[in-house]
């Protein structure tokens, strides 16, 4: 596709459930992010795929969340028994670092049009 | 740890008129720093990219400039439009840790036909 994608745009969901939600990268991009937008919080870093290494997981608030990236392209972010506290607008972004000869500072962050989390 | 500020949080101006957002950053240790647009609802859209060793980047109204040893970023809107109206949001690449983004809270401009 020309651009990220994001599934679903929303979800709502009871608390204590589990959610997914989904993210296509584009396409050639070797780095995925995962960012999460609440009011109090502004924008903030959540999980950093890159390549085949092993993700950073330095940004999830707690163990009752996961990520996965599957064959390097997609990835799916988990939330186990969602807490009310979760809701929030989840977005991914790719970029192309990890290219050989990409210079740091010319690495741009693409992002998808986000999923909102509501969790009631 | 980074930290990164917008200045003003909101700002409404009349059509036409030339603007500046402001974003400041207390490590200058950075890659670069990207200047994004978000619509209500939306997600980010890229509006420009300052490598660390350049000074400002230009893209039809909008110049961005970067003045990394004070730790400063200027966002400058020419002949603004009620087209023009979102959130402008700062963030930067530190040159320490993983390649994230740290972001601003943001500034909320409101042109007004």
């Known amino acids: 596709g020309a651009g990220v994608s994001q599934s679903p745009s929303n979800k709502v969901t009871e608390k204590g459930k589990d959610v997914e939600l989904r993210c296509d990268p584009i396409?050639?991009?070797?780095?995925l992010y995962w960012y999460r937008q609440s009011l109090g919080q502004g924008l903030e870093f959540l999980i950093y795929f890159q390549g085949n290494s092993a993700p950073d997981k330095s940004g999830l608030p707690s163990d009752r969340f996961s990520a996965e990236r599957t064959g390097g392209s997609v990835s799916t972010l988990t939330i186990q028994r969602t807490q009310q506290e979760d809701s929030a607008v989840y977005l991914c972004a790719s970029s192309v670092r990890g290219r050989q000869g990409l210079p740091l500072g010319t690495i741009e962050q693409f992002f998808g049009p986000g999923t909102r989390l509501t969790v009631l | 740890k980074q930290e990164v500020t917008q200045i003003p949080a909101a700002l409404s101006v009349p059509e036409g008129e030339n603007l500046v957002l402001n974003c400041s950053f207390t490590d200058s240790a950075i890659y670069n720093l990207q200047w994004f647009r978000q619509d209500p609802g939306k997600g980010l859209t890229s509006l420009l990219l300052i490598q660390s060793s350049q000074r400002e980047q230009t893209s039809g109204r909008l110049n961005a400039s970067l003045d990394k040893s004070s730790g400063r970023s200027t966002l400058y809107i020419a002949a603004s439009q009620p087209g023009d109206s979102a959130t402008y949001l700062c963030?930067?690449?530190?040159?320490?840790?993983?390649?994230?983004?740290?972001f601003g809270t943001g500034t909320r401009l409101t042109i007004i036909p």
């Open positions: 396409s050639g991009h070797t780095a």
């Open positions: 963030a930067v690449i530190s040159n320490f840790g993983n390649e994230k983004l740290t």
